[in-house]
């Protein structure tokens, strides 16, 4: 299992810190650094100045919003970051929900999620491989751009940059069941939001006839501390912004998935918290067990008994976000 480093996106303002944390990753010998993006920073921009400042560690979005671009912008991000870097790329995308794709970038969200999903991975693919001009009539691609409003003017094309890889990596933040299964059919691999090494088998059925070398990278907060309960804080905070405000009461897909996982009525409640406003409730009404089950927090020996659950099933990249060097420091001792 490879241990990677994820920075997640901006909040006020940049983190001073994340450049040396990166730098630290890459020297402790870490696999791979991670960016995101909600609604402020861009995925992109912080991985090419960490791309500047490194030399071996690779270099994905986890994740980029497709609705935050066109399918051919986000190609083209890809492939100039996989020039400038040396081949370090790996393109993590994600949908994300109705609340973001419409309040945020003012599109519609897709009907079908799945087909929208397929089209847009097809069309990266397309202007990666360049054997040709992209082409498709989608749903919701089209290329040449066929639509009623349009000139009729289009015509095919294909990239005036050969991409230093054609088979360039591609990734997807999938929760829904069905999502994940045409993850493991149409992408190179899987960015979990939430594993747990003792509930794995609520994946287990989408996860059927995965291809060699696939790859299943979960992101899970890491701290060595000595009171669990308090290292706890930061990831009930976390749980509770996403359970209970990263979406529509009726439309959630973070707290559906936390009730797949086994705890419905605890995500109900604290999409009610978080509705009325009550945000600190919302995050303590996350149980322990579940914030503890999805994260690798507490003292040093603790954290070794529960690396090794995360080692022993499918996951190959587990995806850290470390608040200090000592973490990652002792992450990778203890990963070998």
């Known amino acids: 299992m490879r241990l990677g480093l994820a920075l997640g996106y901006w909040g006020r303002g940049p983190d001073p810190g994340q450049l040396e944390l990166a ?8 696999d791979s650094v991670w960016t995101a993006e909600a609604w402020g920073s861009d ?56 609340q973001v794709v419409e309040g945020w970038y003012g599109r519609p969200f897709p009907a079908s999620p799945l087909t929208a999903t397929r089209e847009y991975v097809e069309v990266v693919r397309q202007a990666l491989r360049r054997e040709g001009p992209v082409r498709l009539e989608g749903r919701y691609c089209s290329h040449p751009y066929a639509g009623e409003d ?76 000595d009171d669990v309960a308090k290292g706890l804080l930061p990831v009930k905070a976390m749980l509770g912004f996403y359970i209970g405000g990263m979406g529509h009461a009726s439309r959630n897909f973070h707290a559906d998935l936390m009730a797949r996982m086994g705890f419905e009525a605890e995500a109900r409640r604290i999409q009610e ?17 579940f914030a503890d089950e999805i994260s690798l927090i507490g003292p040093r020996a603790r954290i070794a008994d529960r690396l090794a659950a995360w080692r022993s099933g499918p996951v190959t990249d587990l995806l850290v976000t470390a608040p200090d060097r000592e973490t990652l420091r002792v992450l990778a001792a203890l990963n070998g």
């Not at 400042?53 to 991000?77: D, F, K, Y």
């Not at 747990?196 to 990278?217: K, N």
Request: a positive charge.
């Open 273 to 289: 918290l978080f509705a009325q406003g009550r945000r600190e409730e919302a995050a303590l009404a996350v149980p322990d067990v």
């Open 150 to 225: 349009g000139t009729g003017l289009g015509r095919p094309l294909k990239s005036i940059t050969h991409p230093l890889r054609s088979g360039l990596p591609v990734l997807l933040g999938a929760e829904g069941p069905k999502n994940i299964a045409q993850t493991t059919r149409i992408a190179d691999g899987w960015l979990p939001l939430y594993w747990s090494p003792m509930r794995a088998d609520v994946y287990e059925a989408s996860l059927g006839g995965l291809p060699d070398g696939f790859m299943i990278a979960p992101l899970a907060r890491a701290a060595v501390c």
């Open 23 to 30: 730098r630290e990753a890459e020297r402790l010998g870490y």
């Open 43 to 98: 995925a992109f921009t912080p991985l090419t100045w960490i791309a500047a400042h490194t030399s071996r560690i690779r270099l994905g979005t986890a994740v980029a919003q497709m609705a935050a671009r066109s399918p051919t912008a986000t190609a083209m991000h890809a492939l100039t970051l996989d020039h400038l870097s040396g081949g370090r790329m790996l393109l993590g995308l994600g949908l994300s929900g109705p």
